[in-house]
């Protein structure tokens, strides 16, 4: 029985930890001009340079400085520190505009 809830309780607080993990959130870029990027690093290929009106996506933190993101369609890297979230909700990541 001890095991039991041991593993309950492990599970359901994994469960919290996950779900408090920021992927698919709407944000932006926090400065004009912010490089995305087609691989984790700044001498990489730039994708892209967005400005604050641009919507990105989130798809999945990559590691402490880098998050995998979506604009109009394409799949690139930014700089965490450069993001900065404009709502609150999640967004639907298949959802058909």
């Given at each position: 029985m001890k095991k039991l809830l041991f593993v309950l309780a492990l599970s359901l607080q994994t469960a919290f930890v996950f779900s408090a993990d920021k992927t698919g959130l709407l944000v932006a870029a926090r400065y004009e001009n912010v490089k995305m990027y087609r691989q984790p690093g700044t001498s990489t290929e730039v994708l892209k340079a967005l400005?604050?009106?641009?919507?990105v996506v989130v798809v999945r933190k990559y590691n402490n400085?880098?998050?995998?993101?979506?604009?109009?369609?394409?799949?690139g890297y930014m700089l965490t520190s450069e993001l900065t979230q404009t709502k609150p909700?999640?967004?639907?990541?298949?959802?058909?505009?």
């Amino acid at each position: 029985m001890k095991k039991l809830l041991f593993v309950l309780a492990l599970s359901l607080q994994t469960a919290f930890v996950f779900s408090a993990d920021k992927t698919g959130l709407l944000v932006a870029a926090r400065y004009e001009n912010v490089k995305m990027y087609r691989q984790p690093g700044t001498s990489t290929e730039v994708l892209k340079a967005l400005t604050r009106t641009d919507e990105v996506v989130v798809v999945r933190k990559y590691n402490n400085n880098w998050a995998i993101v979506t604009s109009n369609g394409q799949v690139g890297y930014m700089l965490t520190s450069e993001l900065t979230q404009t709502k609150p909700q999640m967004v639907r990541m298949f959802a058909k505009k």
